[in-house]
C-alpha cells in the first residue's frame, strides 16, 4: 500500500493528572495546551482537548484522544485518535525526563479520524489516517499523518 503524507500535528501538554490504577489498568489525563496542524492541504491551530490515557497490565498505554481544531481558512474540527503506545524502558524514561524522542525509537501508532460540516474539508469525513508519534521536550508530542494515495 502506498502512503502520502498528509500532515504534521504538534501538542503541547499540561502535566498530567493521575487517575490512578483502576479495574482495566492505570489512568492518565492530559489535556492538551496548544497546538497546531501543518500540511499542504490542511494546517490550524488545535483549541483544545486532551487525552485520556490508559496504561494496561500488558504494558502498552492505550492512545484515547479528542480535540478541537481550526484551519487557517476559519473551518472548525472534531479529531479523535485512539493508538498504542509501548510504555517500553525508554519511552518510560523519555517521559520521566521530559526529553524528546525520535519517530521510529518507539512502538507509538494512532488511527485519526476528522470531522467536519464545513464542505471544503468534506474530504475529511471520508479518508482514513494512520499516525505515527514521537515525544517532543517537555511535556510535547508529534505525530506524521499519512493517508492511503
Known sequence: MKMVHECTMRAALRPPVPVGAGPTGTRMIYEVASG????????GKLLGGGEWALIGPDGFLRVDVRLQAETHDGAHLY?????????????????ASGSGSE??????????????????????????????GRFLPDLGVEYRVWRPA
Open 79 to 95: 479529531l479523535q485518535y485512539v493508538g498504542l503506545l509501548e510504555m517500553s524502558e525508554s519511552v518510560q524514561s523519555v517521559i
Open 36 to 43: 497546531e496542524i501543518e500540511g499542504e492541504r490542511l494546517r
Open 103 to 132: 519517530f521510529g525509537e518507539q512502538y507509538f501508532y494512532t488511527n485519526p479520524r476528522f470531522e467536519t460540516g464545513d464542505p471544503r474539508y468534506a474530504w475529511l469525513n471520508t479518508t482514513f489516517f494512520v499516525g505515527e
